[in-house]
């Protein structure tokens, strides 16, 4: 077996050599063109064994015009919801031999557009997952991004897949069922501002609130993390409310948590819903009562589609909508008498 020197990496044209072959069908070879007659690429593959040679990454996306790598932007890579999400896209991905790389705006809208633009300049393309960008930033920004994946948003522009989640009706599904345990005093802890699928939340309860005038519905600012949450006990029993519905697990959880330390029975005195059923949800104490969202499915889903859009194409873009499924656990009971 030929040695390599200390002072030189084996290359393509050690390669050549030992296979007895052209460069030029060494490099066919290590980019997968099966024109390659099939003898010729076994003694390549068989030298390439011997000698340890290893393609330069760099060299075969230029060569190729791809990196076999897509970017994923989220707002926040320490939700457990857009881990998980990440995980269904990574793994998909990986089957088809790709690679993820993951940027983290942590819900600064102005980041998301550097974020994703750098993403696009390194990948073949960028799943965008719940871009906190107003509407007008996100359409000028498409034409530079594709090959693009929406989760979370939708957009006019018909090129563009999107994964959208029924906040509306999941969040309706949630007050209907405290109202059907006697509540009728409730609060939202909403989530960050420029989050569309908060805007998505506050719209059903609007329609809620509408198709139920007795009901009294308070909405107190939070966010959409565990802090948040423990942060707004106090602003929640100044409302009164027997039934709180939280932005999301997390906030529930902070919530949770709050009224546990000032003495609050859950669901004795109040009851409390969460969204998406993130892992730890069936866990707490009580456990949860939340929205489930099929997230690890939307992530698949996410690479699937951008499979075909970095492949010829084929079938128009889907635009698929996810139903949230109301989970019914210990932390809601009765309206206190």
Known sequence: MARKT???????????????????????????????????????????????????????????????TIGVVVPDLANPTFQGMLRGVSRAAAQDGYRVLIADSSEVSSEESILAGEARRRCDGVVLCAPRMNEAELEALLPSLRPLVLINRSTADTQTPSLVVDYGQGVQDLAAHLVSLGHTKLAFLSGPERS?????????????????????????????????????????????????????????????????????SVPGQISITGFDDIPFANYTTPPLTTAAVPINDIGEQAWHEMRRLLGDGGTEPSHTTFQPELIQRGSTGPAPR
């Open 6 to 68: 200390a002072n030189r990496r084996v290359g393509i044209t050690d390669v050549a050599q030992r296979a007895g072959v052209s460069l030029a069908s060494v490099s066919r070879v290590m980019n997968g063109n099966f024109s390659v007659d099939p003898d010729i690429a076994a003694r390549v593959r068989a030298a390439a064994a011997e000698l340890n040679y290893q393609p330069n990454a760099v060299g075969r996306s230029l060569a190729l015009g791809k990196t076999d």
């Open 196 to 264: 569309v699928s908060n805007q998505a939340r506050l719209q059903g309860l609007e329609k809620f609130s509408v198709d139920h005038p007795g009901i009294e519905l308070a909405v107190l600012p939070a966010g959409s993390s565990f802090e948040s949450g423990h942060g707004s006990a106090e602003s929640v029993l100044e409302t009164g409310a027997t039934g709180v519905l939280a932005f999301n697990d997390l906030v529930a959880m902070g919530l949770l948590s709050g009224l546990h330390e000032r003495g609050v």
